[in-house]
């Protein structure tokens, strides 16, 4: 009996001391590699079971230029869309759960399962050229035009990645995590609609047509339609990403 007393007294001061340690059962954190590219996010993580937590993730990143434009264009075949004035931007609402392996609540290596929904706001410049009459010297010239097409493509995955998360000071956590993905399926829809006034004339509907129609984004399906009051690009597919290389600091309450 007096062993089992020892032991619980053991336990339990074992555990004041990690609640002092590593005491508050919130953290409030931010990925500074991802801030570094303007990609601006904010966690929150609750602490539910002795090694279990839940956190909520938002993220947004104002509209810019094409990061990773080399590789954007492995990706979308085509001649006619302008990648130095490709534009795009957006947001993120992330929810996971998260497995500790440590012996402190939300700290050491864990395994984290979660569901992710974004945004992403694009611009997208898509040159085409054709043939018109001069209204000076009547003669035939080229017109080369850009129509910019806008809109918004939405996602919505699911994934699974692996990370450390370390107690640096009583209430400084820093959290690294490893390497992890996601899968899921996108749609959206792009739009261009001419400046008011100005003339869209057929010459000019049936290069554009022909131009979305030569773009080649596998796996996603484009399906581009031209009117005389402009022209409307469905987008659908799966989507998938890698999460990994993140440094995110946080404060322990």
Known sequence: MKKIIVVLLVFINLNATAQKLFGGDHILKTNLSSDVLKNYNLTFEKNVLPFVSIAASYRTMPKSALPLKGLAKKFIK????????????????????????????????????????????????????????????????????????????????????????????????????????????????????????????????????????????NPFKVNAKVTSTGAVADMEGPWAGIRGGGLTLGLRF
């Open 78 to 217: 085509s001649d006619d869309i302008n990648f130095d004035n490709f534009q795009v931007g957006n947001t993120a609402l992330t929810f996971e759960g998260r497995f500790y392996l440590g012996i402190q609540k939300m700290s050491g290596f864990y395994i984290a399962p979660y569901t992710r929904f974004a945004n992403f706001d694009l611009s997208i410049p898509v040159n085409y050229s054709y043939n018109s009459i001069s209204t000076t010297t009547l003669q035939p010239i080229v017109e080369n035009k850009t129509a910019t097409l806008e809109g918004t493509i939405r996602s919505q995955s699911m994934g699974v990645y692996v990370g450390m998360q370390f107690q640096l000071a009583t209430k400084l956590v820093l959290d690294f995590w490893m390497i992890g993905g996601h899968y899921g399926r996108s749609n959206g829809k792009l739009e261009f609609t001419p400046l008011p006034g100005a003339k869209f004339p057929a010459e000019a509907q049936v290069a554009l047509q022909k131009n979305l129609n030569d773009i080649r984004a």
